[in-house]
């Protein structure tokens, strides 16, 4: 069925370095994009989403890049910690109906490590 | 910090051992869901619920079931637990475009 992948499986950088996380998804009906952040042990967290009417949206440290033509989210974030340290996943969603109306798909998470 | 409640965390269980895994949240949501999620892997929705006596397989075909008869409680229950049960479970709600995710149950089946 629809699903949505990362390209990278982990991701290392250095503590202030930037990070990109990229996600490609192959639903061309979805309107909603989620990044979600999970520490071990605890449940996916909120990041930042984006509705496909935006091509960019800016929250704190983070930017969500979203390009409809190629089918292709990803996430930054700016001056990388050692508390982002995490699995990223980026989930979608159709709000308009349809058969994935209501119901987010995950893609395969990204294992980000941040090096003090 | 979590609306969202999950009981137990860990779960280690015998073959053919019944099991509910408990998710009760606190804000009123009428959307609920469970995913399951093998380590290091995605998300796999099991189950959804759209509210009181709505209840609907997810896109993962799954041997347990659900209930909903009250809007806060979304238990899941395995009749007779195997082996390839092994995974952990995550429960969510959601109002408007923003869900929230609960701990997760780790179970293990012997």
């Known amino acids: 069925g629809e699903n949505v992948g990362l390209h990278l499986p982990t991701l290392s950088v250095q503590e202030g370095d930037n990070s990109i996380i990229n996600c490609a998804y192959s639903?061309?009906?979805?309107?909603?994009f989620i990044w979600y952040k999970q520490e071990s042990g605890k449940g996916p967290q909120f990041i930042i989403d984006?509705?496909?009417?935006?091509d960019k949206r800016q929250g704190q440290r983070v930017t969500v890049l979203l390009n409809k033509t190629v089918k292709h989210l990803s996430l930054q974030i700016a001056a990388t910690q050692p508390g982002d340290s995490a699995v990223y996943f980026c989930?979608?969603?159709?709000?308009?109906?349809?058969?994935?109306?209501?119901?987010?798909?995950f893609g395969q998470g990204t294992i980000l490590t941040v090096h003090p | 910090e979590a609306d969202i409640y999950q009981t137990p965390r860990y779960l280690v269980i015998g073959t053919g051992k019944k099991i509910t895994l408990e998710c009760s949240q606190t804000?009123?949501?009428?959307?609920m869901y469970w995913y399951q999620q093998d380590p290091g892997m995605e998300l796999h929705l099991i189950h959804y619920?759209?509210?009181?006596?709505?209840?609907e397989k997810g896109d993962l075909s799954s041997e347990s079931t659900v209930s909903r008869i009250r809007t806060e409680h979304f238990p899941l229950t395995l009749e007779s637990a195997r082996p390839s049960h092994t995974s952990q479970y995550l429960c969510?709600?959601?109002?408007?475009?923003?869900?929230?995710f609960g701990s997760g149950t780790r179970l293990t089946v012997v």
């Open positions: 969510a709600s959601r109002t408007g475009y923003g869900y929230t």
């Open positions: 639903n061309s009906a979805s309107d909603y």
């Open positions: 984006i509705r496909s009417n935006m």
């Open positions: 989930a979608d969603e159709t709000l308009a109906g349809g058969t994935s109306y209501g119901k987010l798909t």
């Open positions: 804000m009123g949501h009428d959307k």
């Open positions: 619920s759209y509210g009181v006596n709505s209840t």
